[in-house]
Antibody
Framework: EVQLEESGGGLVQPGGSLRLSCAAS????????MSWVRQAPGKGLEWVAN????????NYVDSLKGRFTISRDNGKNSLYLQMSSLRAEDTAVYYC????????????????WGPGTLVTVSS | QSALTQPASVSGSPGQSIAISCTGT?????????VSWYQQHPGRAPKLMIY???NRPSGVSNRFSGSKSGNTASLTISGLQTEDEADYYC??????????FGTGTKVTVL
């Protein structure tokens, strides 16, 4: 069974930094694209970034380029999101997702999702 | 990378069919057959319901179906049930190997 568990969320002051982690299990982590998606309170989903299985390709939503960095450690079956220069509008639940449909392996924005971790940017 | 456009809300009675539209551009919905749909209940993570425009993952009811014409994709829910009440989001692959989500639609079962 695919399991994804985000951690690292919490309260951070504007201008601060935070690193989110996502622990993966139940599948061969090093074989899949992974992504981060966020959702501000009461708002819709926003795709943030994804990363190739070997980490050699990373894609970001234009609005976050330069402030957020996605990375992975295949030896630890973990995905990360380094966030810097945080703003109030970055307040959201951050989800990690496996970019494949279960069984078929077809690429998709998010085939399996973690429960999310809440990041609150406030003074 | 503007969000895809969805109606804010759609409603229907149990047993009826409803359709949710998702309008983008030739750089996303119209340019690729990589539209997916997600169901999200309050306080829960999204769940994949449709991928590649019209394919259902294993375990998803065949009451859910997807289609696309030009720059607009659609999700149809037939035989509406109370448990279908949720938020629904479309998502499309876009240029520069990125993805873009829709604005979201709240489905209400009357």
């Amino acid at each position: 069974e695919v399991q994804l568990e985000e951690s690292g969320g919490g309260l951070v002051q504007p201008g601060g930094s935070l690193r989110l982690s996502c622990a993966a299990s139940g599948f061969t982590f090093r074989s899949y694209w992974m992504s981060w998606v966020r959702q501000a309170p009461g708002k819709g989903l926003e795709w943030v970034a994804n990363i190739k299985p070997d980490g050699s390709e990373k894609n970001y939503v234009d609005s976050l380029k330069g402030r957020f960095t996605i990375s992975r450690d295949n030896g630890k079956n973990s995905l990360y999101l380094q966030m810097s220069s945080l703003r109030a509008e970055d307040t959201a639940v951050y989800y990690c997702a496996r970019c494949a449909v279960a069984v078929t392996g077809v690429a998709v924005a998010g085939g399996d999702w973690g429960p999310g971790t809440l990041v609150t940017v406030s003074s | 990378q503007s969000a895809l456009t969805q109606p804010a809300s759609v409603s229907g009675s149990p047993g009826q069919s409803i359709a949710i539209s998702c309008t983008g551009t030739s750089s996303d919905v119209g340019g690729y057959n990589y539209v997916s749909w997600y169901q999200q209940h309050p306080g829960r993570a999204p769940k994949l319901m449709i991928y590649d425009v019209s394919n259902r993952p294993s375990g998803v009811s065949n009451r859910f179906s997807g289609s696309k014409s030009g720059n607009t994709a659609s999700l149809t829910i037939s035989g509406l049930q109370t448990e279908d009440e949720a938020d629904y989001y479309c998502c499309s692959f876009s240029s520069s190997s990125t993805y873009v989500f829709g604005t979201g639609t709240k489905v209400t079962v009357l």
